[in-house]
């Protein structure tokens, strides 16, 4: 069993930076892959950036070259770095584990209780 607590979110002006946290407790963490991913009002839910228990990292078109995903297997926390921020990325992230690297959302066996992202224009 693993539980999630996502933190670091807030209000950022367009162009700003948040980072967002991502910390684990309960079983071993580090065989885990991460993934981020976000949820706007009236739409679904969609992947964010993924980290896998090797360090492969996955991108959304719509965040390459802005976010960045990182992990501290220490510190059982992963990490969500934004940077250029813009109000599309408004939405409530959510950080989840799962044994399926790139997996669809189903292969996310546990979920945070995420945190809300604002960014005004």
């Known amino acids: 069993q693993v539980q999630l607590v996502e933190s670091g979110g807030g209000l950022v002006q367009a162009g700003g930076s948040l980072r967002l946290s991502c910390a684990a407790s309960?079983?071993?963490?580090?065989?885990?892959?991460v993934g981020w991913f976000r949820q706007a009002p009236g739409k679904e839910r969609e992947v964010v950036a993924s980290?896998?228990?090797?360090?492969?990292?996955y991108y959304a078109e719509s965040v390459k070259g802005r976010f960045t995903i990182s992990r501290d297997n220490a510190k059982k926390t992963v990490y969500l770095q934004m940077t250029s921020l813009e109000p599309e990325d408004t939405a409530v992230y959510y950080c989840?584990?799962?044994?399926?690297?790139?997996?669809?959302?189903?292969?996310?066996?546990?979920w945070g209780q995420g945190t809300q992202v604002t960014v005004s224009s």
């Open positions: 989840a584990a799962g044994f399926v690297p790139q997996g669809p959302q189903s292969t996310y066996h546990y």
């Open positions: 309960g079983a071993t963490f580090n065989g885990y892959n």
């Open positions: 980290i896998s228990a090797t360090g492969n990292r």
